[in-house]
């Protein structure tokens, strides 16, 4: 009997007292599965190569990997992200390392896009200055009319990135009768067409849209993209809403421009630093709308997310390619590839 597919778990899926902070993330599939043991890391940032020795694949939450986080045993043969964002890996040690990196987008494409919805809605609605006049009573009641909402009919919905969040916004979004934008240069035409999107350059989603959404990566070419003078272009009734990463975003430079009302308001789930120092200027604004990169957390979300991770892991304890890498060059890898060959013989029989 070979020994066990060992699966590490990052620390920050358990709280200090060995409970599951997320108990949506159903670890019974990991724990049925046969020639299968899992454990929790000790809670060290960046995960720290020495505690991974002992693993063949780990699945990490919000902890970093880095270049050394690689052990050189070259046990490691896959990173599961539990989400989609991984700005938080070197994909490039991964690769040379030949550990695959796979991420979640079935877990989180719904909730983010739902999300963006909430935001939209709760901005155009003034929902939160709303819940305050109410609780201001009479005062507040009689102030009401100073917030009229927005109607959404013919507005302009403009999105930086149609992938997998992006065309779910276009897809759920469609009984509302928007008009619909985005940029992406690597855009798939045909999904766009397919969605009713028409495709435009960037500069142009600031000019025309009503909300402007950030649905792309953080990448050394969209980092500070939503800049001074990108902002500068949108319209003084138009949103910013940012699900993505704070750094895709100037936050001095929109900071600014809430605060003389160059722009009505933002949604923001993501900060350029998080948490914020609680003396950052953006947080005295009121008119935006926060939430601690959490907006998209549910249930829902939790569980498909974790499921996708056990099955990416389970597939690559039986020799197969798990369905969402993203460092696909991986696959060209001898170790990867040895590894792979390994783990055939010793489960998938
Ligand atoms: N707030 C949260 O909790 C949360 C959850 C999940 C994902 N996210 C973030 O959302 C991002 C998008 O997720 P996704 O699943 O849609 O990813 P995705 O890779 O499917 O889509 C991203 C899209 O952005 C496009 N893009 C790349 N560079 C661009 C540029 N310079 N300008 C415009 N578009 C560009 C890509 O071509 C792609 O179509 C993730 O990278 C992640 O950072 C946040």
């Given at each position: 009997?070979?020994?066990?597919f060992r699966v590490a778990l990052s620390s920050d899926f358990?709280?200090?007292?060995?409970?599951?902070?997320?108990?949506?993330?159903?670890?019974?599939?990991?724990?049925?599965?046969?020639?299968?043991e899992f454990a929790y890391l000790e809670p060290r940032n960046p995960v720290e190569a020495e505690q991974l020795k002992d693993f063949d694949a780990l699945i990490l939450l919000?902890r970093r990997f880095t270049k050394d986080s690689i052990h050189p045993n070259s046990r490691l043969a896959v990173v599961a992200r539990?989400?989609?964002?991984?700005?938080?890996v070197d994909?490039?040690a991964c690769?040379?390392a030949g550990i695959a990196l796979?991420?979640?987008?079935?877990?989180?494409?719904?909730?983010?896009?739902?999300?963006?919805?909430?935001?939209?809605?709760?901005?155009?609605?003034?929902?939160?200055?709303?819940?305050?006049?109410?609780?201001?009573?009479?005062?507040?009641?009689?102030?009401?009319?100073?917030?009229?909402?927005?109607?959404?009919?013919?507005?302009?919905?403009?999105?930086?990135?149609?992938?997998?969040?992006?065309?779910?916004?276009?897809?759920?979004?469609?009984?509302?009768?928007?008009?619909?934008?985005?940029?992406?240069?690597?855009?798939?035409?045909?999904?766009?067409?397919?969605?009713?999107?028409?495709?435009?350059?960037?500069?142009?989603?600031?000019?025309?849209?009503?909300?402007?959404?950030?649905?792309?990566?953080?990448?050394?070419?969209?980092?500070?993209?939503?800049?001074?003078?990108?902002?500068?272009?949108?319209?003084?009734?138009?949103?910013?809403?940012?699900?993505?990463?704070?750094?895709?975003?100037?936050?001095?430079?929109?900071?600014?421009?809430?605060?003389?009302?160059?722009?009505?308001?933002?949604?923001?789930?993501?900060?350029?630093?998080?948490?914020?120092?609680?003396?950052?200027?953006?947080?005295?604004?009121?008119?935006?709308?926060?939430?601690?990169?959490?907006?998209?957390?549910?249930?829902?979300?939790?569980?498909?997310?974790?499921?996708?991770?056990?099955?990416?892991v389970?597939?690559v304890?039986?020799?197969?390619?798990?369905?969402?890498?993203?460092?696909?060059?991986?696959?060209?890898?001898?170790a990867?590839?040895?590894r792979?060959?390994?783990?055939?013989?010793?489960?998938?029989?």
């Amino acid at each position: 009997m070979s020994a066990p597919f060992r699966v590490a778990l990052s620390s920050d899926f358990r709280k200090a007292d060995g409970s599951p902070v997320y108990p949506d993330f159903d670890l019974e599939p990991l724990r049925k599965a046969p020639n299968v043991e899992f454990a929790y890391l000790e809670p060290r940032n960046p995960v720290e190569a020495e505690q991974l020795k002992d693993f063949d694949a780990l699945i990490l939450l919000g902890r970093r990997f880095t270049k050394d986080s690689i052990h050189p045993n070259s046990r490691l043969a896959v990173v599961a992200r539990f989400g989609v964002g991984y700005d938080t890996v070197d994909v490039e040690a991964c690769t040379r390392a030949g550990i695959a990196l796979v991420i979640t987008p079935d877990g989180v494409r719904r909730p983010v896009a739902v999300s963006i919805i909430t935001f939209i809605l709760a901005l155009s609605g003034k929902l939160i200055d709303k819940d305050r006049l109410t609780r201001e009573a009479a005062a507040g009641f009689a102030r009401r009319g100073e917030y009229m909402g927005m109607g959404l009919i013919g507005r302009t919905l403009g999105s930086i990135g149609i992938g997998n969040i992006g065309a779910e916004l276009f897809r759920l979004i469609k009984p509302f009768e928007m008009k619909l934008i985005a940029h992406d240069p690597y855009a798939d035409p045909k999904l766009a067409a397919e969605l009713g999107v028409e495709l435009v350059g960037l500069e142009e989603v600031f000019r025309r849209s009503d909300f402007v959404s950030v649905s792309c990566p953080l990448t050394p070419e969209t980092r500070g993209l939503v800049n001074a003078e990108r902002i500068a272009l949108m319209k003084p009734t138009a949103y910013l809403i940012n699900t993505a990463r704070g750094p895709v975003v100037d936050q001095k430079a929109l900071t600014e421009a809430l605060k003389e009302r160059r722009i009505a308001g933002a949604g923001l789930d993501v900060l350029e630093k998080e948490p914020p120092d609680p003396d950052d200027p953006i947080l005295k604004l009121d008119n935006v709308i926060f939430a601690p990169h959490a907006l998209c957390w549910t249930d829902q979300c939790f569980a498909g997310s974790g499921a996708a991770d056990i099955h990416a892991v389970l597939d690559v304890q039986h020799g197969r390619e798990p369905r969402v890498i993203v460092n696909r060059d991986v696959l060209e890898s001898a170790a990867w590839k040895n590894r792979l060959a390994g783990f055939r013989k010793r489960f998938a029989g």
